[in-house]
């Protein structure tokens, strides 16, 4: 009795869903909704979609689909030749060009159209307008993923023109440079301008895991290759498959290993841990490591071969002590960044914090400047960072030098510059720490007018100074 | 005066950016001088048939879907361009010649009752 009153209640609502008037319904969404015959001739369409390419819907009954709403699909693959071939729906990111020369980016979704009697009738695409979330995404990650990449001094402009180059080929990078200096923003950022960018970008710490266990952490393990693999594992290689896998701290990746590493290089395959079906990957390999790779080749812990495999492009990054011109450009940064993030009211540095801080030698390069903005945006409770509100370590690095920095007067970063604890202008008290900022300009500035033959004018411009800033520096070194 | 058409098959491509075939007609007199010529391109490239076109010293461009920055370079190269034209290229040099193509324009032969791609 139920079964035959479910019948005559599905039989009573099909034919209400077969009166009903599904244009007008089409009509309300906020999704372009066009109809194609199997010879993708168009049948009808919403009036979202009239909006969305500019085309009246009555005009183009019997056009090509294609040419009213001009989209980039046939270069996607054919998702409506396929839809009406095989019968399956799918959902494709393109691009449409409307009457208003304008390209939207689209989300297509594609799904064939079928008649109660199980008869081909075509297919229907539905456009979903993506422009808000490319914006938004564009916003977030930035389009080149430079935007996060702070900086304006020579070698980081120099670093800056390189990235577009190495995201532009398929070769291995190799970046180096000390704890903290952002080799992995740039590792990303390659990543994020190149081809691959639509692709995984996938990290892999070398040195946080010990040797078997990275082993199945890089190539995956197949179900009982070892005890407690009660599954099948894919591995990092083949989830980055397209995209770019991220080995860091190469440096400290066993023989073995680097072995295995160089075969897939080579073969773009591998077997998995355990496995006997070789895997094939289309992965690029960006590398980063603070350890000096030559030094392990000469001592052979690095594989010659491999070294040379991964060296094909080579980003060295400099520690923030060689960046005197974004200092300032990163504290402002970390400071508004951290304070809004906070929701605190303070202004900004004293005078003889900002000295402090110009003066350290920062081991821990850009990360420890940040972590160090940090730390006295959350300590201080007034509106003006004291040196009281640094981290320990600073302090009683001020303690050591206070009876000079009290002596001093900076009321903005030029006056901030020449307040800079550099050895020769200060009594030996206010000295700083061996490998100091100051101990480095002055080494900077005599290797360049050691290449210049002394001529002051080139110097300043191979240290992208101005002539009276190098002839202030020079005085305050002493190197008149 | 010499015109150059984006196209797909025997349609007018619907996609500047996206066309892989150019014809290249040369006019005199409102008659077609020569042969057209069929030209393959080596991939797909707006940029690259702005390049030809002004290359080849071309004063009309009939195509389908452009982009603003490729219409406003090829106006400011004063290369003419009917753009959104759909329906057989065929039609739409006889209509160019005749200087009644219109930017947008669907000819007869796009209909349900013309050859379709």
Not at chain 1, 182 to 188: I, R
Not at chain 1, 207 to 224: D, T
Not at chain 2, 100 to 117: M, R
Request: glycine share 8%; with cysteine.
């Amino acid at each position: 009795m139920a079964k035959e009153k479910t019948r005559v209640f599905l039989q009573s609502n099909t034919s209400l869903l077969r009166k009903l008037d599904l244009i007008s319904l089409l009509d309300s969404m906020t999704l372009g909704v066009l109809f194609v015959d199997p010879a993708r001739r168009v049948i009808a369409m919403n009036r979202f979609l009239e909006a969305l390419t500019g085309y009246n819907r009555e005009e183009v009954v019997g056009i090509h689909g294609e040419n009213i709403i001009r989209s980039n699909l046939l270069t996607l693959g054919d998702p409506v030749g396929k839809a009406l071939e095989s019968e399956k729906s799918m959902t494709q990111e393109g691009d449409i060009i409307n009457q208003s020369r304008k390209k939207i980016p689209i989300r297509f979704s594609v799904s064939p159209l079928k008649l109660i009697t199980g008869k081909k009738a075509g297919a229907m695409l539905i456009l979903e307008d993506i422009s808000l979330l490319k914006d938004l995404d564009n916003k977030i990650h930035g389009f080149s993923g430079k935007e996060h990449i702070i900086g304006q001094s020579r070698k980081m402009l120099e670093i800056f023109e390189l990235l577009p180059i190495a995201a532009r080929t398929d070769a291995s990078v190799l970046i180096t440079g000390e704890t903290g200096t952002g080799k992995d923003l740039v590792a990303e950022a390659i990543h994020k301008a190149s081809q691959r960018s639509r692709y995984p970008f996938i990290k892999v710490n070398c040195g946080a895991l010990p040797e078997s266990l990275l082993e199945s952490e890089l190539f995956g393990h197949v179900r009982g290759a070892f005890t407690g693999a009660d599954k099948d594992k894919p591995g990092m290689f083949r989830l980055a498959h397209g995209g770019t896998l991220f080995l860091t701290e190469i440096g400290d990746l066993s023989l073995p290993l680097q072995v295995k590493i160089l075969t897939v290089l080579d073969d773009k395959e591998f077997f998995p841990v355990g496995g006997s079906k070789k895997v094939s990957v289309d992965v690029r390999i960006i590398t980063a490591t603070h350890r000096d790779l030559g030094k392990l080749v000469k001592h052979g812990k690095f594989r010659e071969d491999l070294f040379y495999r991964l060296n094909v492009l080579r980003l060295h990054l400099p520690p923030l002590r060689e960046r005197e011109e974004d200092f300032r450009l990163l504290l402002d940064h970390f400071f508004r960044e951290i304070r809004a993030n906070l929701n605190k009211k303070i202004k900004g540095f004293s005078d003889a914090c900002l000295t402090l801080l110009s003066s350290y030698n920062y081991p821990g390069n850009v990360r420890e400047l940040r972590n160090i903005v940090e730390y006295a945006v959350n300590v201080c409770p007034n509106e003006t960072i004291r040196p009281d509100h640094l981290p320990k370590a600073l302090l009683s690095m001020e303690q050591a030098s206070s009876s000079s920095f009290e002596n001093q007067e900076t009321t903005d970063s030029e006056s901030m510059e020449t307040a800079m604890a550099f050895p020769g202008t200060m009594p030996s008290s206010a000295i700083p720490a061996p490998g100091g900022w100051g101990d480095v300009e002055r080494a900077m500035i005599m290797k360049a007018l050691t290449e210049t033959g002394g001529n002051r004018t080139n110097t300043a411009a191979l240290l992208g100074w101005s002539r009276s800033k190098l002839w202030r520096k020079i005085i305050q070194h002493g190197l008149k | 005066m010499k015109i150059l058409i984006t196209i797909h098959k025997n349609e007018v491509a619907s996609r500047f950016d996206l066309t892989s075939e150019i014809l290249i007609a040369e006019v005199d007199a409102g008659e077609i001088a020569g042969e057209p010529r069929i030209i393959l391109l080596p991939g797909t490239s707006g940029e690259d048939i702005c390049g030809l076109a002004i290359k080849e010293n071309i004063s009309l461009i009939i195509c389908g879907g452009i982009e603003d920055t490729h219409y406003q370079y090829l106006k400011w190269k004063k290369i003419k361009v009917v753009d959104g034209v759909i329906g057989p290229y065929e039609q739409a040099l006889k209509f160019a010649i005749a200087n009644t193509l219109k930017p947008g324009v669907i000819l007869p032969g796009a209909s349900i009752y013309g050859e379709q791609s």
